[in-house]
């Protein structure tokens, strides 16, 4: 599972990044799906709805960006089996830009069981595709 915080205003390229829309602004690649609406703090970081990813499943974005900027990307996500081995891989402009093996988990997703997770990506174009993650 995974979910988006919301940054300060301005500062969040990501349009609807807590899926609180639902599917407004999200390419889901893979069979990727919403749990479905959930009390707070339960299957998801914040809010009511949450990204469920698993076997190479993920979300893709395109944003508007600057050529040679680095730019923060940034999710919650938490292994809902909690077993190993397994993977987040994070993809910028198609290329990897971060990997987290072996996330965590103990099967309960509660909002406290979420980790945060930050990779720094430079922008090589005026729209980059960014695609959170991708669980494998």
């Given amino acids: 599972y995974r979910d988006d915080t919301l ?3 301005g500062s969040n390229l990501v349009q609807n990044p807590g899926f609180e829309s639902m599917f407004a602004s999200w390419t889901f690649v893979g069979g990727a799906q919403l749990p479905g609406s959930n009390p707070e703090g339960l299957f998801n970081h914040t809010g009511h709805w949450s990204y469920m990813g698993y076997d190479g499943r993920s979300v893709e974005q395109t944003l508007s960006t600057v050529i040679g900027t680095t730019y923060q990307v ?3 996500a938490v292994n ?3 077993t190993q081995p397994n993977s987040i891989v ?3 402009g198609g290329q990897q830009v971060g990997l987290v093996a072996n996330a965590p988990g ?7 069981d979420f ?5 720094d990506a430079v922008a090589f ?5 960014v695609s959170l993650p ?3």
């Fill in 7 to 9: 940054d300060a205003p």
């Fill in 74 to 76: 940034s999710f919650w």
């Fill in 80 to 82: 809902q089996y909690g």
């Fill in 90 to 92: 994070v993809t910028w």
């Fill in 106 to 112: 103990n099967g309960f997703l509660s909002a406290s």
């Fill in 115 to 119: 980790v945060q997770y930050t990779f």
């Fill in 125 to 129: 174009d005026t729209s980059t595709k």
């Fill in 134 to 136: 991708k669980w494998v």
